[in-house]
């Protein structure tokens, strides 16, 4: 087990930036996940803590020991490959053992080893098969299995999950939180599906074009996102470009093109993000913290428009308002039967909690 | 990136460079050189021999070559694509029977192919003296020989290329692409022509090129069957037996010209963006002919073809059972027996020829077994500077005519040199070994290429993630993912280097002389029986080569070519 601590690192290829000024620091035992969408630099910082690319500048850091330029195989990181990279020429037993084999366990104790990860990892009955003959899920947990054995300072996995479908990317979910948790290794995933990040991890990086945007608990990146690239990235959101009015005890009020009364917000940490004087700023607010009320009702932050759209999804209802001069904003409730869905073209009122907005500034570029 | 890769990777190239620059480019380089000298001077006379009026031989040798270099692909193709097109859109009976036969050609080593036309066809042929008796004729009714007798030779031998390309162009076509164009109101004819046709064109330009290639390269079948019709290839061995060097490296270098501009064109051609598109789960769909008529013609076809493409190999077979003297003036062979096969062991006079060949192919084996596996390595998963051009070196062999791969030899090795470690190699045992080596080196690289390029960089760096070393990794990992592909590669260098010839017979002495020298010896002294059985030795060697590559290593012989 140790910490993983990467200090200003910046990745180029050629004139491509695919890292630009890294700070992290990924404690004993977390499991730390990136985050962001194609090509923003995920797989590239996994890779430098692995040693298979070397940063352009800064340093990567296990246990304050500096391992920037280790090779990859004297930093005792075991990883999981996106496509698993399993040596397709060795049974199970085999490719499970290699590791042991290069660090010259004894045979006995290879043995044992091997076959009590693949228990762990459920594959047991299969420790003899050619890798090619083993299901999706099954080559995946082989893959586990044989970054697992060698008890590895780190587990690197990136996007292991990608290939399967939803059943099984569901199950194997829980099985790698679960051998996670029983060996305590320090774990980074990637991942750029947002749904996997906020339910498995302990704190996530989001990324946009090799700059980590926000470090924080899944709460705190889905609460209180520091910008408008991680509010709208991260689960569904309305945005609305605002502009600060006035305070009032406590409260901040806004004005905004896209409604035509003054905006409330809270005065807290939560609600109001850190900016910096003459940035540009955007309001979020979450589709179920809309609240579409039944009688107009006088306060802050009502207003009127009409349903433009109503969409059943299973579970929950999305409804869609359109307000007098044409901006758009989506409520979502759960689902409480047929009889409670609104017509379109009714009109309809509306509040925004003032306690449930979120003021951030707009992300650069 | 980092030093010790970049250590490693130089590492590697020091001996593939070494051994491309002193074994390919450097005899290329002394063939050039010698070209431009005449009596030791430097001088164009040379080439002023070559196009000028006083040896209009040697422009119309050249010229012969190119047009019968034409004819052989149009010929090849006209057998070749129709076959391939029968044999996998229609299903009758015994298609599969027959579509195996149809790649046959391939197992027979070029001399030996051309012996057994010559006893079939030539005017001593077993057809044309049978067809005399037959119908009481006074004279063979036909009998190949010169031109008439190369074309035939090379067609049989190089349908294969076409008929091979266009199956796998065919069964890569989705079908669903001529249905749609079916859908649309296309009849039959317009969507040969305007659907799978222009699907089909890269692979036959590709084929072309490579018939051409090969039949300009073509020795044993001009050796044996021109008389006094002059190609190329000839030349250049007419030349080196006059002791005429310098024009022999004149006819040479002309002759490596015009094959290098072909592989350069078939590179260039390969590289443009071609109109295969992956779909996924194409299967090759037959229509099943259901009008008896055709279908009996169809399976008539394949009978007849299944004949002549398998007479040669009958005939080899049955004349090894010839013993010496059974046939010599007669028509028809007077006795059958094991004689042939017996003398092998018995004889040692008899015997040696195959063991210098099998001792000579497996010494080269060995080499490019190893040479190819490194190299390979370094082109597919090494990156620096100048690869390009070592890609290029390393398919310069492959380029040369076999005649040009051993007059660069000679002239490069007929004196001491620091390559052959101060000696002076030819007219010793260790020249053909060396040619042998050279020649098959493209084989080998390309068969491991091919499976290198399959495998995944994350492969390894799964080994190195697990803390592997390098050489641990290639050793455990890396060696035994490619061994097929080498393997496969280098046995087909082994039963190759067996048959060889052209490199042969320039470079041979007595000592060492290999069985396809031993051949030509046998077919002189009328011992055709002997002459058979030693290609007999080479069909089975073949056969069992690529049977093992197919069964054992799942390649198939395509794909070897
Ligand atoms: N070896 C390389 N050479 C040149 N550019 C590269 C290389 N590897 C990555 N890049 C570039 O760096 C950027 C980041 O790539 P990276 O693979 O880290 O993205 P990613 O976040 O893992 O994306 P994905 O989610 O699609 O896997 C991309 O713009 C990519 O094109
Ligand atoms: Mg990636």
């Known amino acids: 087990m140790s910490t993983v601590n990467l200090s200003t690192i910046t990745k180029r290829f050629g004139n491509v930036t695919a890292v630009k ?13 990136f985050l962001g969408p194609s090509g923003c630099g995920k797989t590239t910082t996994l890779r430098m803590i692995a040693g298979f690319y070397y940063p352009t500048e800064g340093k990567v850091k296990f246990n304050e020991k500096d391992m920037t330029t280790v090779p990859p195989e004297k930093r005792n990181t075991g990883m999981v490959f996106q496509n698993y990279a399993l040596f397709p020429h060795m049974t199970v037993y085999e490719n499970v053992a290699f590791g042991l084999k290069v660090r010259k366990t004894d045979k006995k104790e290879t043995r044992s080893r091997v076959e009590d990860v693949l228990n762990k990892v459920r594959l047991g009955q299969y420790i003899d098969r ?18 697992l054995v060698i008890e590895p300072d780190i587990l690197l996995l990136d996007e292991p999950l990608s290939n399967l479908d939803a059943r099984l990317r569901d199950e194997m979910r829980n099985e790698i939180l679960r051998l996670q948790r029983e060996y305590g290794i320090t774990t980074i995933y990637v991942t750029h599906d947002q749904v996997e990040a906020l339910t498995m991890s302990d704190r996530i990086a989001v990324f946009n074009f090799g700059e980590c945007q926000q470090v924080g608990t899944p709460s705190e990146i889905y609460n209180k996102p520091v910008n408008d690239f991680v509010a709208a990235f991260i689960g569904e959101t309305n945005l609305f470009s605002i502009k600060p009015d006035k305070e009032e005890e406590g409260t901040a009020v806004f004005q905004s093109a896209d409604f035509d009364k003054s905006i409330y917000v809270d005065h807290t940490e939560e609600n109001i993000a850190s900016y910096a004087e003459g940035e540009e700023l955007v309001m979020s607010i979450r589709p179920e913290a809309v609240r579409i009320l039944k009688d107009s009702v006088d306060g802050n932050n009502v207003f009127k428009g009409k349903v433009s759209l109503v969409q059943f999804t299973g579970a929950s209802v999305h409804t869609y308002i359109e307000m007098e001069n044409g901006a758009q904003i989506r409520a979502t409730d759960l689902n409480h039967g047929p009889s409670t869905y609104l017509k379109e073209g009714t009109s309809v009122s509306f509040q925004l909690p003032q306690n449930q907005i979120r003021v951030i500034p707009k992300a650069g570029e | 990136m980092l030093n010790a890769e970049r250590k490693r990777t130089i590492l590697l190239l020091i001996p593939i460079v070494l051994v491309l620059v002193g074994y390919v480019l450097y005899p290329s380089i002394e063939t050039l050189i010698e070209s431009f000298k005449k009596n030791g001077a ?6 002023g021999d070559f196009f000028g009026s006083k040896a209009a031989s040697n422009l119309e040798a050249l010229w012969n070559s190119v047009y019968i270099s034409l004819l052989s692909v149009f010929f090849s193709a006209l057998i070749g694509i129709p076959l391939a097109y029968i044999f996998n859109r229609y299903d009758f009976p015994g298609r599969q029977f027959f ?39 006074s004279e063979v009714p036909f009998s190949i020989g010169g031109i008439s007798g190369i074309l035939l030779v090379h067609a049989y031998t190089m349908y294969p290329y076409f008929y091979m390309t266009t199956s796998s162009a065919l069964n ?33 330009v590709a084929a072309s090129l490579l018939v051409f290639m090969v039949s300009m390269a073509s020795f044993s079948a001009p050796y044996l069957l021109a008389g006094g019709f002059r190609v190329l290839s000839l030349q250049i061995y007419f030349s080196k037996t006059n002791g005429d060097l310098d024009m022999a490296a004149t006819q040479s270098v002309i002759l490596s010209v015009v094959s290098i501009a072909f592989l350069l064109f078939m590179r260039w051609f390969q590289n443009r963006k071609d109109y295969r598109m992956a779909s996924k789960g194409i299967g090759a769909h037959r229509s099943e002919v259901s009008n008896p008529l055709l279908k009996w013609s169809m399976v008539s076809l394949g009978i007849i073809a299944m004949i002549v493409l398998l007479l040669p190999h009958v005939t080899l077979l049955v004349l090894s059972l010839v013993p010496e003297g059974a046939w ?28 210098n060949s099998l001792i000579m192919a497996a010494i080269a084996c060995g080499g490019v077994f190893v040479f190819g596996i490194i190299t390979s390595y370094a082109l597919v998963k090494r990156t620096f500077i100048g690869k390009n051009l070592l890609d290029i070196l390393v398919m310069i062999p492959w380029a040369l005519p076999a005649t040009v791969v051993g ?30 080596f050279v020649r098959f080196i493209p084989l080998v690289v390309r068969s491991t290429n091919a499976v290198l390029e399959q495998m995944d960089d994350s492969i390894e760096e799964a080994a190195q993630n697990l803390g592997a070393k390098w050489f641990y990794t290639f050793r455990r990992v890396v060696l035994p993912y490619i061994m097929p592909g080498v393997l496969s590669g280098s046995l087909l260098a082994f039963v190759q280097a067996v048959g060889e010839f052209p490199t042969s017979v320039l470079l041979y002495t007595l000592g060492n002389r290999p069985i396809s020298i031993e051949i030509m010896n046998q077919l002189r002294m009328f011992n055709l029986g002997q002459a058979a059985a030693y290609g007999m030795i080479q069909v089975g060697l073949i056969a069992i080569v690529l049977f093992v590559s197919y069964k054992f290593f799942g390649v198939k012989s395509e794909n070897t070519l």
């Open chain 1, 21 to 33: 000024e890294l700070d992290l620091k990924i404690k004993e035992g977390e499991f730390f996940t």
């Open chain 1, 130 to 147: 050619q890798v090619s003959q083993l299901s999706g899920g099954q080559q995946q947990r082989v893959a586990l299995a044989r970054a």
């Open chain 2, 42 to 47: 430097f001088s164009l006379q040379n080439y």
């Open chain 2, 99 to 137: 579509s195996n036969i149809a790649i046959m050609p391939i197992v027979l080593p070029s001399l030996v192919g051309v012996m057994a036309f010559m006893f079939l066809y030539g005017e001593a042929g077993l057809v044309p003296n049978a067809l005399k008796d037959l119908f009481h004729l």
């Open chain 2, 172 to 204: 890569n076509i989705d079908p669903s692409l001529e249905e749609a164009a079916y859908n649309l109101g296309s009849s039959r004819l317009s969507v040969f022509w305007k659907v799978t046709f222009p699907l089909l064109t890269p692979g036959l």
């Open chain 2, 328 to 355: 010599t003036w007669q028509t028809y062979p007077q006795a059958f027996s094991f004689e042939n096969f017996r003398l092998l062991f018995e004889d040692t006079n008899i015997w040696d020829p195959v063991r």
């Open chain 2, 407 to 436: 007059m660069n030899l000679i002239l490069a090795f007929n004196e001491p040199s620091a390559f052959s470690f101060g000696k002076v190699l030819v007219g010793t045992f260790w020249i053909l070994p060396l040619a042998y």
